[in-house]
Structure formats: C-alpha cells, structure tokens
C-alpha cells in the first residue's frame, strides 16, 4: 500500500512568514497526527484528526499554528508568523485506529525539515 | 511533558551484540509502542504490546513490559549495521483517547 505523502520536503522561510505542510494519509485511515520533532527529541503531538473532526488540539500554539482535515483525507498545517524556534521537522502520521481503539501503530510520513532564519 | 523516558540515551555496540533499551513511563496505559526511526527520515513501527502482554517477537526483537514497575524494554538480537538508528518508545494513555506520546530516543550505533 501508499504510504503517508509529505510535501515539501524541506522548506527555508525567514521569521515572520508564512508557511504550509501538506499531507495524504492512507487510504482508509480515519486518524491522522501531525507532529513536531526538533532536532535530538522525541516526536510531540500537535494535533490529532478523527476524520474531519479535531479530537486533541491542547498542544498547538493556536495564535500561529492552524491545521484542517477537509473531506477527512487530506490535511494542511500552516503557521504564520513563524518564529525561530519552529524550526523542526513535522510529521504527519495516520492510524487505521479509531480513536480509543489502541490496536495498530501509526504509519509516519518522511517529514518536512523547516528551518527558520 | 513526555510520558516515556529512553534509557540509555545513547548506545554503542559492535556488530553482532545485543542491543538492549529501557522506557520508563508514568501513567496507566492502553499500549506501548516502539519505533525506529533512521536520520533524516520518518518513524517506523516496530512492535505494539499491550497492557495485558508481558512480551512479544518480531523478528530479531523482543519486547517486554512490566505494568507493575511502568517500564518496558526493547532488545535487538545479533545487530546489524543496518539497526543503526534512534529508537523511540511511545505510550498509549488511558486518559488520552489513542494519542501517543514519544519519548527522547535511544541512539543506537552499530559498528561494523
């Protein structure tokens, strides 16, 4: 099967501009994450999707990160302004789960690396 | 905050050793995950236990977990230079409704 698709892959903006990631989930996968990793941590979640419903959004700095799962497939994080400190890699990850199922694993996308200058 | 705690968070082992890592988490759980995930690339599932499984096989790994101690522990048998890679574990929490949270990573390097 297709994995999950990220575009771009890697982005150079300057602080105070604007930026979007794009995802394509698996086919079928009702749940779908976006994540943030800055360099030597852990992935930390930002926002969590059921279809085209937000279920968990407490983690997203909502004065300059909005995200939208239109028709419940593809998806769109945006931040405006960016600030140094977004510089990271965002991952896009779906789930055949549901929420609350807790049966498989996610299937992540390959990122894309956003450097702020 | 994170959930789950890597130990070591660095490893260095030759060729054909076993590898062996530890996550430590505080809340009750539904599952527990591992991923691995090479530089520069995004995170690939490994193994989910669940919270009434004490250990599983896939391959040449092996996961245990202990509910009574919150902890959990990933061993890769006979490394490969291909197992080079940061591995994370990840907590399915009972209060959060199937989100995972990820710990810090364990930086695995195999020498040839």
């Known amino acids: 099967e297709a994995g999950v698709a990220q575009s771009p892959r890697y982005k150079i903006i300057e602080k105070r501009q604007s930026v979007a990631f794009w995802c394509n989930p698996i086919?079928?996968?009702?749940?779908l994450y976006w994540y943030q990793q800055i360099l030597g941590q852990g992935p930390k979640l930002l926002i969590q999707?059921?279809?085209?419903?937000?279920?968990?959004d407490s983690q997203l700095p909502k004065d300059r990160f909005s995200a939208e799962r239109l028709k419940g497939v593809d998806s769109t994080l945006k931040i405006q302004p960016a600030k140094l400190e977004d510089s990271a890699v965002y991952l896009c990850?779906?789930?055949?789960?549901?929420?609350?199922?807790?049966?498989?694993?996610?299937?992540f996308g390959s990122g894309t690396r956003l450097t702020v200058v | 905050s994170q959930q789950g705690e890597e130990d070591p968070q660095a490893l260095s082992i030759q060729e054909g050793e076993n590898a062996t890592m530890n996550c430590s988490y505080k809340?009750?759980?539904?599952?527990l995950q591992w991923y691995r995930q090479n530089s520069g690339r995004g995170l690939v599932h490994l193994i989910l236990i669940r919270s009434n499984e004490r250990e599983k096989h896939s391959g040449r790994l092996r996961v245990t977990l202990d509910t009574s101690k919150k902890s959990s522990s990933l061993l890769i048998t006979a490394s490969r230079a291909a197992d080079t890679a940061s591995y994370f574990c990840?907590?399915?929490?009972?209060?959060?409704?199937?989100?995972?949270?990820f710990g810090g990573g364990t930086r695995v390097l195999v020498k040839p």
């Open positions: 990840a907590t399915d929490e009972k209060a959060a409704g199937n989100k995972l949270t």
């Open positions: 999707f059921q279809n085209n419903g937000v279920v968990d």
């Open positions: 086919s079928g996968h009702a749940t």
């Open positions: 990850a779906s789930s055949l789960d549901l929420v609350g199922a807790g049966i498989y694993g996610y299937t």
């Open positions: 809340t009750s759980i539904n599952n």
